[in-house]
């Protein structure tokens, strides 16, 4: 993506943010959107990401004159002795949620140095973070503002994230004084969520960084809005004793590159609407056994798909997919394992429903394109994400799946795209469209996002100004 044409806004005081956003790329392209925001409004943004990230994230800034990237190097990881947990599961293997969020811990400790050393550099007004636990205290020694912007959902904060979580031993409970809803979730769920207490020894688990990162922050934001999520965002910050500001749900940049030929090709041979759009991120994998129910499921609905997915263990398709699947759908189904342009599969006329792992950025993005979303959430946020989209919001249908172990079927993969694909008009069918043609709407309300933003940039400066009074 190429720089902006149009003229930056410079009718505000002109702010120098600093912007670190947790590790992993999902967590840093809306720290992206929000950048591209203040640059426009005229803001100075400094954006401390690893250097490996920081040729990902140079095509999406729309600004690069105001926003400086700022590398940041990642040591050698330690020997494997000592990232093994002491209080954690024996089944503990490198590709469990709490190993990758322990690597991911560890990485965000050993960057402390060289983003304190960036800050007194750079000397902002405000640093906006995440789940770096270590940044209030090391801003405000530099008399600088600490911004907490949270990225995934007020729904997954609430549940799992305050400080009435911190003795929760049943998370099929949501915390005391949580707002009525339909939010809860299954036996095997809330097993997997109490990774996020779970720290090996000489860390901080992911619930006590985020605690404190929240409660030490001068200001929390959250990426949402009150016609989504308001009674959870309500009860964070009574939780954390401050107001929550909603930034509004902050949609991607449109792309400007075509669709792979490729691609567009094989869709443009299907009527508006009828194909669906399979994916689950870049860190989903499913086992062998979870595939062929899946692509089984597919392949009884009748529908068309495409199906982007990663294969297990290193398997090759032929390893993986069900024996014949790929023949037998060969004229209406389509598997492939690496990148694709999402965004712009997702918005192609032919696509019109979304089976996904239900993270919160791509729900957005599919809502926005007008797919209809069939959820099939694996980890962690996904759940309570799942949960907000097909109990509270009822924008979705989630693939019905066994309470205590979290298996799900052929049979049930094939209702759950044949209820939003097929049976349109059943009491489901119906009910889930217009409602997700509201979210629509709402989310591509110019006007609505604009205040959201207007109102963050005005918080923002309150900070700051209220700070040099204070001074003077």
């Not at 749900?249 to 400007?256: A, F, H």
């Amino acid at each position: 993506m190429h720089a902006a044409t149009e003229h930056c806004d410079s009718s505000r005081v002109a702010l120098h943010i600093a912007m670190f956003p947790w590790l992993p790329f999902g967590h840093i392209n809306p720290f992206i959107q929000l950048s591209n925001q203040l640059a426009f409004h005229g803001f100075t943004v400094s954006f401390l990401a690893t250097r490996d990230n920081i040729p990902k994230i140079k095509p999406f800034l729309r600004f690069p004159g105001r926003i400086q990237l700022v590398p940041l190097d990642l040591p050698p990881p330690p020997p494997p002795t000592t990232q093994i947990p002491t209080r954690i599961d024996s089944d503990f293997n490198p590709d469990s949620p709490v190993f990758k969020l322990t690597q991911l811990l560890m990485a965000t400790d050993s960057l402390q140095d060289q983003v304190e050393a960036a800050l007194s550099q750079l000397n902002p007004d405000i640093v906006v973070y995440e789940f770096a636990h270590y940044i209030p205290s090391m801003a405000h020694a530099l008399g600088i503002k600490a911004v907490f912007y949270c990225v995934t959902s007020a729904t997954a904060v609430a549940y799992h994230l305050v400080p009435a979580c911190s003795n929760q031993k049943d998370l099929t409970q949501p915390p005391p004084g949580f707002p009525p809803t339909g939010v809860a979730l299954q036996a095997h769920e809330a097993r997997q969520l109490l990774f996020a207490f779970m720290a090996p020894d000489g860390l901080l688990s992911l619930h006590q960084r985020v605690v404190m990162a929240m409660k030490d922050a001068d200001m929390i934001v959250l990426k949402t809005c009150a016609e989504m999520e308001s009674k959870y965002c309500d009860y964070i910050s009574e939780q954390y004793k401050k107001p929550v500001v909603m930034a509004g749900p902050s949609l991607n940049e449109p792309q400007t590159d075509p669709l792979d030929e490729r691609w567009a090709g094989w869709l443009d041979r299907f009527s508006v609407g009828s194909v669906l759009f399979c994916s689950f991120g870049s860190d989903g994998i499913l086992s062998k056994e979870e595939l062929r129910e899946l692509l089984l499921g597919l392949e009884e609905s009748g529908v068309p798909f495409m199906a982007v997915l990663k294969y297990p263990n290193g398997m090759t398709e032929s390893e993986a997919l069900p024996e014949g699947l790929v023949e037998r759908v060969k004229q209406r189904g389509l598997i492939h394992s690496g990148w694709v342009q999402q965004q712009l599969i997702l918005e192609h006329k032919a696509v019109g429903g979304y089976l996904c792992h239900a993270g919160f950025g791509s729900l957005a993005e599919a809502v926005a394109s007008g797919c209809q979303l069939v959820l099939l959430p694996q980890k962690g946020d996904q759940f309570l994400n799942a949960r907000l989209m097909s109990k509270d919001l009822k924008v979705g249908v989630e693939v019905e799946r066994r309470d205590e172990d979290g298996w799900f079927t052929k049979e049930s993969v094939r209702e759950a795209v044949r209820t939003v694909m097929v049976d349109k008009e059943g009491p489901v069918g119906k009910e889930v469209r217009a409602n997700h043609c509201r979210l629509k709407e709402l989310l591509l309300n110019k006007e609505l996002n604009n205040s959201y933003v207007d109102q963050l940039l005005q918080k923002m400066e309150n900070l700051v100004v209220i700070n040099e009074f204070k001074k003077a």
